[in-house]
């Protein structure tokens, strides 16, 4: 089969043809992962959910500021990490408000083995606010950090966004549908996609294997 190369831009980037995403978003694994809700198809490079689920359940099972951190660590370092999902995973070494605000909230400072006066915590750099707090339980899902102003947590991203970014230009020309959402948080995407089987067909025809009804994707997408 002949492929046509489509290429246009899309929010200051280059959406890619069908070879071109085969390449660069799904390495030698020519398999996406797709669930449908909120009427919507929602869809991943198996590659990005394998890679994006191993940092979301690291940030899970955490129980410390340090042990997140590590987690920040490990994928700052990572050169094949997750291109789209976990949508950030937070360097605590940049959020001395948070750490400050977490340190005066703790009810006891000297038994969390902090040592040190509370008025004196915002004379502290940002490296010695962590040294501090880096003891301090996390949780990921009550850490206001790894939340949105709506209260949404921040890691799972906007699958109507995240879907559209990666989508090959032959099919988002095909089948997308202009965006209309909107909201507070809301990131309109160019295209949303709606009809689950002619995507699937869609995909097939260019030789990708499709997995509906993906459990990891399910995970790996908040819902």
Not at 91 to 115: M, T
Not at 151 to 161: K, L, M, N
Not at 169 to 195: N, Q
């Amino acid at each position: 089969m002949s492929v046509r190369i489509i290429r246009f831009r899309y929010m200051g980037r280059l959406r890619l043809s069908v070879n071109e995403a085969k390449k660069y978003w799904m390495a030698d694994d020519l398999t996406i992962c797709v669930i449908q809700s909120h009427d919507q198809v929602w869809a991943l490079p198996r590659v990005e959910v394998k890679r994006g689920l191993y940092y979301v359940q690291k940030l899970e099972i955490a129980t410390t500021i340090e042990d997140a951190q590590k987690v920040y660590e490990e994928y700052s370092l990572d050169e094949n990490r997750p291109r789209l999902l976990p949508q950030q995973i937070i360097n605590f070494l940049w959020q001395p408000d948070f750490l400050l605000e977490i340190l005066e909230a703790s009810q006891n400072a000297q038994s969390e083995g902090i040592g040190f006066g509370l008025e004196n915590l915002s004379l502290l750099s940002n490296e010695e606010l962590y040294q501090f707090s880096k003891k301090l339980k996390f949780d990921l899902f009550n850490c206001s950090i790894y939340r949105d102003e709506a209260d949404t947590p921040v890691i799972y991203g906007q699958p109507s966004f995240w879907t559209d970014y990666w989508i090959p230009a032959e099919i988002a020309e095909k089948l997308g549908v202009s965006d209309s959402g909107y909201g507070i948080d809301y990131e309109p995407a160019e295209f949303i996609y709606t009809d689950l089987e002619a995507f699937k067909k869609e995909f097939h025809q260019y030789g990708i294997n499709v997995l509906d009804k993906d459990t990891d994707l399910h995970v790996l997408s908040g819902y």
